[in-house]
């Protein structure tokens, strides 16, 4: 009896012993086949610690004197600014630590300790004012950055006073200049010297070679942030190209990985298959100007009526294939201070009707009439536009076809581009077409402050622009510019009409979120790799 138990034992110890080696093979062969082995080493082998870039048009590497794009774009890996925009256009402190406004016209800077140069020298007050200095005696696109600094106090290491010629709203945006590296260009011709090939970098990265065809950057490890230097990304290779054209050629050939184009028919040279794009709003904001000191114009029930009766759509879809974004207010492009919900004009030729009728007019004899002082006044507007700007005159003769539509005669005045300047410079005009670069700032100023374009007054308005030179607390500055965005899209000395796209495309390989704007391209680059 006892032999037979253990038999029985032992034979059941051989049958587990059987069913788990039958499970362990099948379970290994299972995961084989599913994939669903751990392939953590596998991504990490297929991971390339490199990018491709392109310069088209090389000119420098230094980005005080650079006035290239690409240039200016790869700038913000390599040199750092006293103060950086996030990517809501929000201001955050990169050399400085921290700034204060202490008077109308003056700022205190204070500088982090721990900035370094790529070769382990601090970054100080002195390498601020000689930047700042560069900037007011070279042409520079930074220039105006610094144009109302007329006094730059060293008060010790890593403090700095900026003295101003006057209040400046929003000034503390113009402090997004790249800081250079003032012991670097001693004994230098600033200009000239071989030197700016290579500049001395205080970034994420630093350059290591420039052989005129390709610039190699490395990761520089001197760079302050900690949490960026884990980037998988150890080099990045520049291709400088002498056009456009050669550079979506060899985006195509897989020698680019990533670049920048206002182009928006890229498909036409590089096809729609093996890569991605991010598109963004640009900066080239165009409006309908309406001279409010103009005896019809100066009446906000035609400036309203006018507003509802374009189509806005039609006008992106006609004239530019909707490759352009609608625009209701100039920072309609993703400013964190202003909310899109604020405000919204849509087209409405109905209301535009109702508007005028509301206030007295009459339509009556295929014009929009009303008698004042015992005269008939009818709705007959000018509309000034550049005739050698193609697209321009397209959009003027939409608005022109658009308000005919309700009844508001358009006489369309198309002008030389001199004439037009003139128009502009005098205001002299009824309606005009134009259009401006948006500043990197809030600042309203020359839309619904002192002399702006439209000739347009309103207390509030003033009141407000003048509490934005001083405000500082980011609440305050929402409710004030909210109250702009209302009475600009309610009064209408302007109609917003539309921004330019911008369109980052690049390589399906590369991993991570792209998300550009106008300031930088690469937010985000310290988590991007490139898989192969």
Known sequence: MKNN???????????????????????EDKKSNDGTEDTTT?????????????????????????NNRNVQEISRLLFEPLITLDKNYKPEGAIAEEWSKVGDTSYVIRLKQNIKWQDGT??????????????RDTQSIYSYNAVHIIETEVVDSYTIKLNLDSNIPCFEYNLIFPILSKKFYENEDFSNTEKNAMPMASGMYKIVSNDGNTIVLEKNENYWNKNDKDSKIETIMINLYSSMGEAYNNFKLGNVDLLTTQNNNVEEYIGTMGY??????????????????????????????IAYAIDKSSIVSS????????????????????????????????????????????????????????RTIRLTIDLVVNSENYSQVQVAENIKSSLESIGIRVNLNKVS?????????????????????????PDLSSYLGEDNLANYYNEETTNIINELKNVTTEEKIKENIKRLAEIYTTEF???????????VIYNSSITGDVEPNCYSIFYGIENWYRTY
């Open 5 to 27: 138990v253990i038999k029985y034992i032992f034979l059941l110890f051989v049958v587990a012993l059987i069913i788990f080696a039958f499970y362990r093979v099948y379970y």
């Open 42 to 66: 596998n991504v990490e082998e297929n991971i390339s610690k490199d990018i491709r870039l392109c310069i088209v048009e090389y000119d420098t590497m230094n980005p005080v004197l650079s």
């Open 122 to 135: 601090k970054v100080t007050a002195n390498d601020v004012k000689f930047t700042i200095d560069r900037l």
């Open 276 to 305: 991605n794009k991010k598109e963004y709003t640009g900066r080239e904001h165009d409006f309908l100007a309406m001279n409010c000191n103009h005896y019809l114009l100066s009446r906000s029930e035609v400036r309203k009526a």
């Open 319 to 374: 004239v530019f294939n909707g490759e352009y974004y609608i625009a209701d207010f100039p920072l309609d492009c993703g400013f964190w201070c202003y909310n899109k919900e604020n405000s919204s004009i849509g087209y409405n030729p109905d209301q535009a009707r109702q508007i005028l009728i509301d206030n007295g007019w009459q339509y009556k004899n295929r014009y929009w009439q009303k008698v004042e002082d015992y």
């Open 417 to 441: 581009y001199e004439s037009y300047n003139s128009y502009l410079e005098n205001k002299s005009y009824a309606m005009i077409l134009t259009g401006t670069t948006i500043g990197l700032t």
């Open 493 to 503: 000395p302007y109609l917003s009409l539309y921004f330019n796209k911008n369109t």
